[in-house]
């Protein structure tokens, strides 16, 4: 089966500008997880989808970051305005449920300047 | 708050040696545990689930144990490789049914 897919692979950009990550996970999967992982450290939960309707986003900074899950399949995370410690890799992963043993992408790895 | 720890030092072992890495919890009981493996500029990759009423749990030459007194799990590899040099990672869910994973704990194994 096909996996996670996440585009793009790697973004540079100057601090302030925005950004998107897209995010399509495993057909049937219908809860959907993005992660930060920062060099050296484990991946940090920002926002986790149950379809459509958001089950946790309480360590996703609102103020900036802002996530979306189209018809409960492909999602989009967006950042604006961005700032330097925003630079990390930013992974997708689902699961068929809640719970279950989670999927990932292969991430995005942003790198803010 | 809820935490997981892992090991933060690089764990070195010889090849053929048995690798043994933990994974602490604090201020929760959670109703299961997941362990992964990352290797350099990939997502994780899911191995191993052991629920709290699991003492152990083996796949291969994996194993992995829940001991819910110690609140402490323990992630073995037997009959060690060098292609099992990685990054390992402990996650669990917690109370507000939020996904945490530890910082990891990277293995290295040499021939």
């Known amino acids: 089966e096909a996996g996670v897919a996440q585009s793009p692979r790697y973004k540079i950009i100057e601090k302030r500008q925005s950004v998107a990550f897209w995010c399509n996970p495993i057909?049937?999967?219908?809860?959907l997880y993005w992660y930060q992982q920062i060099l050296g450290q484990g991946p940090k939960l920002l926002i986790q989808?149950?379809?459509?309707?958001?089950?946790?986003d309480s360590q996703l900074p609102k103020d900036r970051f802002s996530a979306e899950r189209l018809k409960g399949v492909d999602s989009t995370l967006k950042i604006q305005p961005a700032k330097l410690e925003d630079s990390a890799v930013y992974l997708c992963?689902?699961?068929f449920g809640l719970g279950d043993e989670q999927y990932f992408g292969p991430g995005t790895r942003l790198t803010v300047t | 708050s809820q935490k997981i720890e892992q090991n933060s030092e690089a764990l070195n072992i010889q090849e053929g040696k048995t690798a043994t890495l933990t994974c602490n919890y604090t201020?929760?009981?959670?109703?299961?545990l997941q362990w992964y493996r990352q290797d350099p500029g990939r997502g994780p990759v899911f191995l191993l689930l052991?629920?709290?009423?699991?003492k152990e749990k083996r796949k291969e030459r994996l194993k992995v144990t829940f001991d819910t007194t110690l609140k402490q799990s323990l992630f073995h590899i037997t009959a060690s490789q060098p292609a099992d040099s990685a990054t390992y990672l402990c996650?669990?869910?917690?109370?507000?049914?939020?996904?945490?994973f530890g910082s990891g704990t990277r293995l290295s194994i040499r021939p």
């Open positions: 052991i629920r709290e009423n699991e």
């Open positions: 996650a669990h869910e917690s109370s507000a049914s939020k996904i945490i």
């Open positions: 989808f149950q379809n459509n309707g958001v089950v946790d």
């Open positions: 992963a689902s699961s």
């Open positions: 057909s049937g999967h219908a809860t």
């Open positions: 201020n929760y009981s959670p109703a299961y």
